[in-house]
């Protein structure tokens, strides 16, 4: 265990997986950290829960999509460490503006602008752990820096639920992550070149050999983004209004759930090393299926039976280890030259898109008066994405990592 603890950490390697893991929480910390406080929000500017904020939030989804593909094109085009700066000093001004939000307008505006910075983040730091280390250790990496997601939902569950803090403040203090910028030449040491040359774009990689494994991983992403967000943009909905829970509970329960999430990002990675990615996606996709399903259809049974609720707690969390095979697909699929424009375009594409599902969202709440609909399509999601993975080609892992070179490329 140590000697395995001290491969993933060691050479050099620690510092960067570091910066990017904190990079990764800041940013998700802040994206999700709107969805616990969306009613305070809503409450203190005269906005609609229904229609306001779904477009607020739907408007941000849509950012991150052209953020991607800003950030993705620079980290490619000139240097993985000149964007993945960019994106948190950008993010952070979002959550700093935020926080002065005096109507729609200008609350719109603010996430907007936190919806560019946070989609540069995720696809440029896969791309430099993807880069950063052998293949053999790359699922392990991932899967730890994925399980940075888990830790800022459940950060953000803590902060929105149990400070007491006004909204505003909170998310002044979630511009603080600005300050990772200064530490950036540390944590990744090197020269910073940028190994792409072609001047195509995003829609380039759905042509020729990139065509298949373009056309896959997105459609796969799209399954699992939608599933994901129609789950965790409204399962505190869910739990608020449609069960009668109050706000601790509701922190309770995010904090569980992302608890068992941390530790199924990581041991997705060591088990698809062991047993295959594709084995383990299908298996924790059901997983996370089975357990939201059970939430979503049987809550008041649960709630009287500590050992049943436990049980879909973790088939929620360890299922939604899924994320943690991403950054590996991208490393596999792509060469480095085009990797990062692929990361970051086509996940914040997929999240994006969201763009439609959010007021789509809104509007069946206000027909159905009820927030179940989400909650299904999160099932529904999750089983198709363990179908589309058959879809993505089985290909031999891309050798772009030179032991020999600094660590940030």
Request: net charge positive.
């Amino acid at each position: 265990m140590a000697r395995a603890i001290a491969e993933l950490f060691g050479h050099g390697r620690g510092r960067v997986l570091a910066f990017c893991w904190l990079g990764w929480v800041f940013d998700f910390f802040d994206l999700i950290l709107f969805v616990f406080l969306e009613r305070a929000i809503a409450a203190d500017l005269g906005l609609s829960k229904d229609t306001d904020i779904a477009l607020v939030q739907a408007a941000t989804f849509g950012a991150t999509a052209v953020g991607g593909f800003l950030f993705g094109r620079l980290a490619d085009r000139r240097g993985r460490r000149l964007a993945i700066t960019l994106s948190i000093l950008v993010f952070s001004l979002g959550a700093f503006a935020t926080s002065f939000a005096q109507g729609f307008w200008g609350l719109l505006a603010a996430r907007i602008v936190t919806g560019i910075g946070v989609g540069g983040e995720w696809g440029v730091g896969h791309a430099i752990v993807a880069e950063t280390y052998p293949e053999r250790l790359r699922a392990r990496a991932a899967g730890v820096l994925q399980a940075g997601a888990p830790i800022a939902m459940g950060l953000a569950a803590a902060v929105a639920c149990f400070s007491g803090l006004h909204w505003r403040t909170l998310f002044l203090l979630a511009a603080l992550p600005a300050l990772l910028a200064f530490v950036a030449r540390w944590a990744m040491p090197g020269v910073d070149r940028a190994p792409g040359h072609s001047r195509g774009g995003l829609l380039d990689l759905f042509r020729g050999a990139l065509a298949r494994p373009s056309a896959a991983i997105f459609t796969l992403l799209l399954l699992h983004m939608t599933g994901f967000w129609c789950t965790y943009a409204w399962l505190p909905a869910r739990l608020f209004e449609d069960f009668g829970a109050d706000v601790r509970y509701v922190g309770w329960f995010f904090i569980g759930v992302n608890s068992v999430h941390v530790v199924g990002d990581v041991l997705f990675g060591f088990l698809a090393d062991r047993f295959g990615r594709r084995r383990m996606f299908v298996l924790f996709c059901l997983l996370f299926a089975a357990g939201l399903a059970a939430v979503n259809f049987g809550f008041a049974v649960l709630q009287q039976d500590p050992v049943l609720f436990g049980l879909c707690f973790a088939a929620i969390g360890l299922g939604a280890g899924t994320w943690s095979c991403f950054g590996v697909l991208f490393a596999h699929n792509f060469p480095e030259a085009v990797r990062a424009t692929a990361a970051a375009g086509f996940y914040n594409l997929a999240r994006g898109l969201q763009f439609v599902t959010q007021p789509l969202m809104g509007w069946l709440f206000a027909v159905t008066g009820t927030f179940a609909a989400a909650l299904h399509v999160g099932v529904v999601m999750s089983v198709l994405s363990a179908l589309t993975i058959a879809w993505v080609p089985r290909t031999e892992p891309t050798r772009d990592y030179d032991p020999s070179r600094p660590p940030l490329r």
